[in-house]
């Protein structure tokens, strides 16, 4: 340990061919719940507490040195316990970026802090970012945050929480206890196990509950002493890496910059990364073989009057975030591998590349909607929630809804499916103009499972006005019979007046009887009255007047007769098997009806 005491940069630092890496960790939570806060707060703190430049501000992290961490945690970390280098917080919170950041087939981050107000509670975004932290097995810790919001609080400046609970009141520390039971309540109603962290022994099985403000920074000595605790304990042989091996990271965004083209800001977590190195960049169509011209990190505040807000470095090491600039990097991908080639077959690395942005790939088929999302990590994410959904994706690809997107959704054959969801992304506007002509309808949200729902609820509406349609051009069923004394007109038309016993009588539908099972087509509904007025139908329980044109009365037909609207097999079919439960139960009880007469003659007939 003594060898590394004095080493504060958590980056480049040892060489020692093998040595611990930082643990990379992810901030996630609902909407407001102060996931910024919390990292502002951190960061904040760690610019207090260390010495000037102990903190590193890397490109999308920030890198906390354990010495750091032991001075805001005071008592809570002593860091002869640790040989971890300390720990590095992703700048951007968020699920969204936790999605983006991934590794080799799992989560890049190592560790997650899952963030909920405490007065708030579980909210969708929390249980959506449980939902990623359960499928990559990342293990997190949750912040009850805003604990210095519960009414009556004696807030106690970055005191660790046993010290600040003693300050309240029983009655302040007994409600923020309630809110902290039910949090835990929620954890376990989705299946987590969880405790108050200093009640949690084991952390491989029970995820610790801290309670923390974001803003007055009370339970933050908490939350790094756990973090720093977890990763040490749990994590110290994935933190084994060979430091001056060839680079191995994620990139986190793709970003125009002044002076130097297209660069991409990645994640290390593996290996150095060196300003001559040629490297290989998960590309849209294929990787992308290209030299690194510089490697840029933020210049420190001092000196930030200079004109380029970053400084070049000659190499960094895992852990780190930095800002690469290279040729021909237009078409990288957030979200895809990023590997430095140094002394290895270039053809190695761009298989072992290729073999990553498989793994991330999505499967499509020749019908479905078209998915858009900002990084291979989000896609993927929408990939799998669609395919919970049963939603099939014909076209998946990172980037903005664009004309061609269009262009391809148009050609679906189901109206359902002449539809692009876009995850985090903009719709172009020339693209916004063809969906309008060409009927294709683009749903974008920052939310995956609200964009799913938003689709499945359009899905719904336009079945449901298929299914209107369809019924306005179907033939309804009826059983209906003549009344006694009821002939008004004998033929052209026949005028009888009829009780409509189920379903519903429509103008200009055929009308049969039935001579045993053998139905035989009568004649024509040419008009409906009910008491002298015109009316284009008659539903169960009416008794209406009906000029059926065809019959005589007395031949054809007679009074008492049952008879029967006719439907054509084709409707009937339709009316079973697609409609039966639209129409009312008195239609569907004349539809069974008529059909148990077709069937005793043909045992097919309408299926
Ligand atoms: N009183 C109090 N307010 C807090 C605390 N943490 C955050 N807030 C406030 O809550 C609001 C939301 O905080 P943010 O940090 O922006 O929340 P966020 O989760 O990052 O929100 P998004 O980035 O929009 O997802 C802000 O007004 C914060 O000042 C806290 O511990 N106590």
């Known amino acids: 340990m003594s060898d590394t005491d004095t080493d504060t940069d958590t980056g480049a630092g040892s060489h020692d061919p093998t040595s611990l890496r930082t643990p990379i960790v992810a901030v996630l939570g609902h909407v407001d719940h102060g996931k910024t806060s919390l990292l502002d707060k951190i960061r904040g703190s760690a610019v207090i507490e260390g010495e000037a430049g102990a903190i590193t501000q890397h490109i999308g992290a920030t890198a906390v040195p354990l010495d750091v961490v032991s001075s805001i945690a005071g008592d809570l970390v002593n860091p002869d316990d640790f040989d971890l280098p300390g720990l590095l917080f992703i700048d951007t919170p968020g699920h969204h970026s936790f999605t983006t950041l991934r590794s080799r087939g799992g989560a890049l981050a190592d560790i997650a802090i899952l963030v909920v107000d405490v007065n708030d509670g579980f909210q969708p975004q929390t249980l959506e970012a449980l939902d990623i932290l359960k499928r990559s097995q990342t293990p997190f810790i949750v912040a009850a945050n805003k604990i210095d919001t519960v009414p009556g609080w004696n807030p106690n400046e970055d005191s660790p929480i046993n010290a600040t609970y003693e300050a309240q009141s029983d009655r302040v520390s007994s409600r923020l206890d309630e809110s902290l039971y039910e949090i835990i309540g929620n954890l376990s109603d989705e299946d987590f196990s969880a405790d108050l962290y200093w009640r949690v022994q084991n952390f491989q099985r029970n995820v610790g509950v801290v309670p923390v403000s974001a803003m007055t920074g009370e339970g933050v000595p908490d939350l790094l002493a756990v973090m720093m605790g977890l990763s040490q304990r749990y994590m110290k042989e994935e933190m084994e890496i060979d430091v001056?091996?060839?680079?191995?990271?994620?990139?986190?965004?793709?970003?125009?910059?002044?002076?130097?083209?297209?660069?991409?800001?990645?994640?290390?977590?593996?290996?150095?990364?060196?300003?001559?190195?040629?490297?290989v960049v998960g590309g849209m169509n294929k990787p992308i073989v290209t030299d690194v011209r510089a490697l840029l990190q933020p210049r420190p505040l001092a000196e930030i009057r200079t004109e380029s807000r970053f400084e070049k470095v000659d190499e960094i090491s895992a852990a780190s975030g930095i800002k690469v600039a290279a040729p021909e990097l237009a078409d990288a991908m957030a979200g895809a591998p990023v590997r430095v080639v140094r002394n290895r077959e270039l053809d190695e690395v761009v298989e072992e590349v290729e073999a990553e942005l498989a793994d991330i790939a999505v499967d499509t088929e020749e019908q479905g909607v078209v998915v858009k999302a900002d990084t291979l990590g989000s896609l993927e994410a929408m990939a799998d929630a669609l395919g919970e959904a049963e939603v099939p994706i014909v076209r998946a690809e990172v980037g903005d809804v664009a004309p061609r997107d269009i262009s391809v959704a148009s050609t679906a054959e189901e109206p359902k499916q002449r539809a692009i969801l876009g995850f985090n992304v903009e719709t172009l506007a020339d693209a916004e103009q063809r969906a309008e002509t060409e009927d294709v309808t683009v749903f974008t949200d920052e939310v995956i499972y609200q964009l799913i729902e938003e689709y499945e609820e359009y899905v719904d509406e336009l079945e449901r006005a298929q299914q209107d349609t369809i019924l306005e051009n179907i033939v309804?069923?009826?059983?209906?019979?003549?009344?006694?004394?009821?002939?008004?007109?004998?033929?052209?038309?026949?005028?009888?007046?009829?009780?409509?016993?189920?379903?519903?009588?429509?103008?200009?539908?055929?009308?049969?009887?039935?001579?045993?099972n053998e139905p035989d087509r009568v004649g024509q509904v040419k008009g409906i009255q009910e008491q002298g007025e015109d009316v284009d139908e008659a539903r169960a329980g009416n008794r209406v007047s009906v000029a059926i044109d065809g019959p005589t009365v007395g031949r054809q037909i007679e009074e008492d007769d049952e008879l029967w609207i006719e439907i054509p097999e084709k409707h009937a079919k339709i009316l079973e098997q697609e409609l039966a439960s639209e129409i009312p139960g008195d239609e569907l009880e004349a539809l069974n009806m008529y059909l148990d007469k077709q069937r005793s003659r043909d045992p097919f007939w309408g299926k």
């Open 476 to 516: 309804r069923p009826a059983r209906f019979h003549i009344l006694p004394d009821h002939t008004f007109r004998q033929n052209d038309p026949a005028v009888v007046g009829v009780e409509v016993n189920s379903g519903t009588v429509q103008n200009n539908a055929n009308v049969v009887k039935f001579e045993g």
């Open 244 to 279: 001056q091996g060839p680079g191995v990271g994620t990139v986190l965004e793709v970003k125009e910059e002044k002076g130097f083209g297209t660069t991409i800001d990645i994640v290390l977590y593996d290996g150095t990364i060196k300003a001559d190195d040629q490297i």
